[in-house]
């Protein structure tokens, strides 16, 4: 990515930054972050998120740091990890500096809890979690303070230095900021700052058993890092005040702002990294880059191109305001993209054999044909015409219906780029199966000017002999239902889709596809768009569809 030169803000976030560069706030800085917990993949959310906290800094000269809110050793992972920094710079996006983890703050971060209790605004609680729930009070009522709230500052700096020497068992004993245990805000009625969590991490090692949590390790982590304008989603809203009160009463160097917008919702998936991740262990699907799953992995290999998905952040655009956005978008966003870049070729799915009878055995005629209709610098493919073909099985009716266009006895139909044909004989096998069709070819035909007849319609086709073996994956939306997530009545995993994958591993394709390199994408005429997967190898092929020629689905929703 590039710097935009235009200046010109876009969204409230921009606005917001326009006016603080005119009052000269921050020394005329802008330095955002994209700080995920390394806890699961990231999902199309995240690169709204991502598109938004990078394209800002890219937009106004400033820097965007990358950085992981590692807080959670249990739940987090290297793979995690690793899956992010693919995805970010897939993306087309890169971090100021090095790449940066709140655990590298760890340290300063204690100091800081120490900082706190001296000051008396913390304390060692040692209610029990369910017990602390209790005392917490409701959302109507205010809560009441621990018996534990008024221990000295020499009690608790003995008590927290035992929590970091591992002298207390996991849920024995926490650090409390000591707020206000009648706030309406329940997030400020004394929070949690520091757990005991006797676990491996997977940056510091065994260094530590206390652990920081999120939000006292979130806006620190932030002021560290010379952030000027901390970005969140609404969830985070309600947290605001706590990050406030932190940067106000802890010494550091700068003091953060933190804004909110809208998260990106999706229809007709899910996007919660819990729920994700309970998909993949429970194999519902094949992993977090599984086609079908909405992660930025599993998009990029169904054959998504990172230019579709920041084109389709654009689209929906940043606002504060919750809703709800149709997957039709999205689909819309990759279609436009491939429709313009995607070079075409011909696959047939589920083969039925054409033989040609007029065309002599063992020879060829070649055809160019362009390999983009609307960009001659794509050039010409080759495609080899020869007596034995493959057709779509689809494309062949005995008893055609009404209004029928495609091949049928007696009838006649294009090649796509070749030659008008006739049915003029079936062959089916003992069960009365369609097995074969033979037809002749009409040399005067040759091109797009038919002579003597005009066809009903145009299919497509590929040789038997010289074409590439593949398996072609059809993916579909992964749940029936718009909203998996609003039955109170039903878990989401009942609106998962049986339909969501169709394999065809008996397809054949051009033989120019023979060396596509993986993520590779197509326009197989007549069919939609489709990726080259990882799973191919040197004797078969494996395309994903990516999308449909047309949103087939809100056709078939409306009827």
């Known amino acids: 990515m590039t710097k935009n030169e235009s200046t010109k803000p876009t969204n409230f976030i921009h606005q917001i930054i326009e006016e603080d560069l005119k009052n000269g706030a921050n020394d005329g800085k802008v330095v955002t972050r994209f700080p995920p917990e390394p806890n699961g993949y990231l999902h199309i959310g995240h690169a709204k998120s991502i598109c938004l906290n990078f394209g800002t800094a890219l937009k106004y000269g400033g820097e965007c740091n990358l950085r992981f809110d590692d807080t959670n050793p249990e739940k987090e992972s290297q793979e995690y990890i690793d899956s992010i920094i693919a995805d970010v710079r897939w993306l087309g996006f890169e971090w100021a500096g090095d790449i940066r983890y709140s655990s590298d703050y760890f340290d300063t971060l204690f100091e800081w809890a120490l900082h706190l209790i001296r000051e008396g605004k913390a304390y060692v609680d040692s209610l029990s979690a369910h017990e602390m729930r209790e005392y917490r009070g409701t959302l109507t009522e205010p809560g009441k303070p621990s018996p534990y709230r008024s221990r000295s500052v020499e009690e608790n700096l003995e008590l927290f230095e035992k929590m970091r020497q591992g002298a207390f068992d996991e849920g024995e004993c926490v650090l409390r900021a000591k707020i206000d245990m009648a706030s309406p805000n329940i997030n400020m009625r004394d929070p949690v700052i520091y757990r005991i969590r006797k676990a491996h991490h997977h940056q510091s090692g065994d260094k530590w058993c206390i652990y920081p949590s999120y939000d006292f390790t979130h806006g620190q982590s932030d002021a560290l890092e010379g952030v000027t304008h901390s970005i969140c989603t609404l969830e985070f809203e309600d947290h605001r005040p706590l990050y406030e009160w932190f940067v106000a009463n802890l010494p550091v160097p700068v003091e953060p702002r933190q804004y909110e917008f809208a998260r990106l919702n999706l229809n007709y998936t899910v996007t919660s990294k819990r729920k994700l991740k309970l998909l993949v262990d429970e194999a519902k699907v094949n992993g977090w880059n599984d086609p079908r799953m909405p992660t930025i992995s599993g998009l990029r290999r169904r054959g998504y191109t990172p230019a579709s998905i920041r084109n389709f952040c654009d689209m929906i655009g940043v606002t504060r305001s919750n809703g709800v956005v149709d997957m039709g978008m999205l689909e819309a966003a990759v279609r436009e993209d491939l429709d313009a870049n995607a070079p075409r070729a011909m696959c047939v799915l589920e083969p039925i054999k054409l033989t040609v009878t007029n065309m002599p055995e063992g020879e060829e005629e070649w055809f160019e044909l362009p390999a983009h209709p609307k960009d001659e610098s794509m050039g010409l493919r080759k495609v080899p015409f020869t007596r034995n073909l493959l057709i779509e099985r ?166």
């Open 394 to 559: 689809e494309d062949f009716a005995e008893v055609p219906p009404r209004k029928w266009k495609r091949l049928s006895p007696g009838e006649a139909v294009r090649l796509r780029g070749a030659y008008v044909i006739r049915c003029e004989e079936v062959i089916k096998d003992e069960s009365g199966e369609v097995v074969e069709i033979k037809a002749t070819f009409d040399p005067d035909t040759k091109g797009a000017n038919p002579t003597d007849y005009k066809p009903k319609g145009v299919i497509h086709w590929v040789s038997a002999e010289n074409s590439v073996a593949c398996e072609v994956r059809s993916y579909d939306r992964l749940f029936t239902e718009p909203n998996p997530d609003g039955d109170k009545e039903r878990d989401f995993h009942d609106f998962i889709n049986p339909e969501s994958l169709v394999v065809y591993p008996h397809a054949r394709a051009e033989i120019g596809l023979k060396t596509s390199a993986v993520e590779s994408r197509f326009q197989f005429e007549r069919q939609g768009y489709f990726c080259v997967d990882p799973d191919s190898s040197e004797t078969t092929l494996v395309f994903n569809r990516t999308v449909g020629l047309r949103d087939s689905w809100a056709k078939m929703q409306s009827k």
